[in-house]
C-alpha cells in the first residue's frame, strides 16, 4: 500500500467509517437491505445478497445490512463507494446518499405497540420487514446517587423452538432467528423511548441466544464497540445447548453467561425443560466449568422458582451440592415465578422464597433474588422470561397470509 493510499484510507476511517457506526446509533440511518434490491457482487469487497425467496427461518446474515457490520466490512465498503466514484472529500450525506442509490434500504423497524408499568418498565413490540413482531424490554433502575441504569432485555429469535414448560413464549412456537440489526435495533429502540443510553444489555426476551450464536456474537459486537456498551455490562443467557458453551467461550468474552438450571437434578429438569434431555445436568455442569478455565469468567445460574415443584428447602440442597460438585463460587438468581394466563405453575410466597435461599447460602452459595418489575406491563401482552414470561402475539397481516405463520412475541 503506497503512502498517499494508506492516507486515504485512514481519511475514510476517520471521516467514513467512524461517523457511520456512531450515525447508526441514530434512528434515521441505521440501514438494512431491500429486498427488492437485485443482486449486486462488489468483487473487491465480497459484499453479495442473499436471495429474498431464502427461507425465512435460515440463521443467515443479509450481507447488505450496515447496522453490526464490523469495521473492517464497513472500511471496504467505504473504500469501494468512494475511490470507485474518485470523490475527494466524502462527508456521510453524500455516503448516506450513495448508498441509497446502491439500493440499500435506511431506517429501523418501527415500534408496533409499546406498554408502560407503573414501575417505569417499558415493553415495546418491533415489527420486523416480515411483520413478524419481537418484543424488548427496557427496565429502568435509579441508583443511589440518582442516576439511571437502564437495561435493555433484547430477543434473539421470533419465538422459540424449546417450549420449556413454564415459557409462554416456548407455547407460541418459532419462527425465525434475528439477524443482528435485528437485536442490535431493539437496544436502540430502547434508546429511543428512554432518551437515554442503555447501559446493560441481557439477552434473556424471546428465543435461545445459543441456537442463533453468529447474530448473537455479532450483535454483542456492535453493540460494545460502536454502541459502546462495556462488555461487562451485557448478559448472555442459556437454558443450554449441546456444544455451544465451548464455542461461545473461544471468543473470551468479559460478559456473563447465564444458564437457566431451573431444576437440582436431571429428572425435574427435563419436566421443565423438555430440551435437557438431550443436554444431560452433567454435561452442563461440566461445559460450565470448562467455560471458567477458559474464559475466567464465572457462569452465573438462573432457577425460576415454581410454587411446590422445584422450591422445597430439599431441593435447594440439592442444588447447593450440585454445584459444588462442579466447583466453588457461584451465584444463582432465584426469579419467583409470574403466573401466566393458562399456566399450570404458580408463583411460590415470600417465606417459601426466603427459605430456599436461606438454604443456599447457608452452604455458601452467593444469591440473588430478582425483583418483579413491568408486572402490569407484562400483562398486557405476556412475560419476559426470567424476570417477565412471554405470549404469544399473532398480527393480522399474518394470520391472513398463513395460519401456519405465526408470529411470537414474548
Ligand atoms: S425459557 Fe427461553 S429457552 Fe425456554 S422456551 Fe422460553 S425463550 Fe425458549
Not at 341 to 346: A, M, N, P, V
Request: proline residues 5%; glycine residues 6%; hydrophobic residues 40%.
Amino acid at each position: 500500500m503506497n503512502a498517499m493510499f494508506a492516507t486515504k484510507i485512514s481519511m475514510l476511517q476517520h471521516v467514513c467509517v467512524v461517523p457511520l457506526a456512531r450515525a447508526t446509533r441514530h434512528r434515521s440511518f441505521i440501514v438494512s437491505a431491500s429486498a427488492s434490491t437485485s443482486t449486486t457482487v462488489t468483487p473487491s469487497c465480497n459484499l453479495t445478497v442473499s436471495s429474498p425467496t431464502s427461507s425465512s427461518r435460515a440463521p443467515h446474515v443479509d450481507p447488505r445490512v450496515l447496522l453490526g457490520m464490523s469495521e473492517h466490512d464497513l472500511q471496504q465498503l467505504a473504500v469501494d463507494s468512494f475511490f470507485k466514484k474518485k470523490k475527494k472529500k466524502p462527508v456521510p450525506q453524500a455516503f448516506r446518499n450513495d448508498l441509497i442509490e446502491a439500493g440499500w434500504k435506511i431506517g429501523r423497524s418501527p415500534i408496533y405497540h409499546t406498554v408502560t408499568a407503573a414501575d417505569g418498565t417499558v415493553k415495546l413490540l418491533l415489527k420486523l420487514e416480515d411483520n413478524r413482531l419481537i418484543e424488548t424490554v427496557g427496565i429502568p433502575v435509579e441508583d443511589e446517587k440518582g442516576s439511571m441504569r437502564l437495561t435493555a432485555c433484547v430477543s434473539s429469535q421470533v419465538g422459540c423452538p424449546l417450549r420449556c414448560s413454564f415459557c409462554a413464549t416456548g407455547k407460541g412456537g418459532y419462527s425465525r432467528n434475528l439477524q443482528r440489526h435485528e437485536i442490535i435495533e431493539q437496544v436502540l429502540a430502547i434508546e429511543d423511548i428512554f432518551k437515554h443510553r442503555v447501559t446493560n444489555v441481557v439477552f434473556m426476551g424471546m428465543g435461545e441466544p445459543m441456537l442463533n450464536l453468529k447474530s448473537v456474537l455479532d450483535a454483542h459486537r456492535c453493540l460494545n464497540k460502536d454502541v459502546q456498551i462495556g462488555q461487562r455490562m451485557i448478559t448472555i443467557s442459556t437454558v443450554g445447548v449441546p456444544n455451544t458453551m465451548k464455542k461461545l467461550a473461544s471468543h473470551k468474552l468479559q460478559s456473563t453467561l447465564a444458564v437457566s438450571l431451573h431444576a437440582p437434578n436431571q429428572k425435574l429438569r427435563e419436566m421443565i425443560v423438555p430440551s435437557a434431555k438431550s443436554y444431560p445436568l452433567d454435561a452442563i455442569m461440566k461445559d460450565c466449568r470448562d467455560y471458567f478455565a477458559e474464559t475466567s469468567r464465572r457462569v452465573s445460574f438462573e432457577y425460576a422458582l415454581l410454587a411446590g415443584v422445584n422450591d422445597s428447602v430439599e431441593q435447594a440442597r440439592e442444588l447447593a451440592e450440585l454445584l459444588h460438585e462442579w466447583g466453588r463460587g457461584y451465584h444463582v438468581n432465584l426469579i419467583p415465578f409470574n403466573p401466566i394466563e393458562g399456566s399450570e405453575y404458580r408463583r411460590p410466597n415470600k417465606k417459601i422464597v426466603s427459605a430456599f435461599a436461606g438454604a443456599l447460602e447457608s452452604r455458601k452459595i452467593t444469591v440473588s433474588i430478582r425483583q418483579t418489575r413491568g408486572l402490569d406491563a407484562s400483562a398486557a401482552c405476556g412475560q419476559l422470561r426470567n424476570n417477565f414470561q412471554k405470549s404469544p402475539l399473532v398480527i393480522e397481516s399474518d394470520r391472513e397470509e398463513s395460519q401456519s405463520d405465526v408470529a411470537v412475541a414474548c
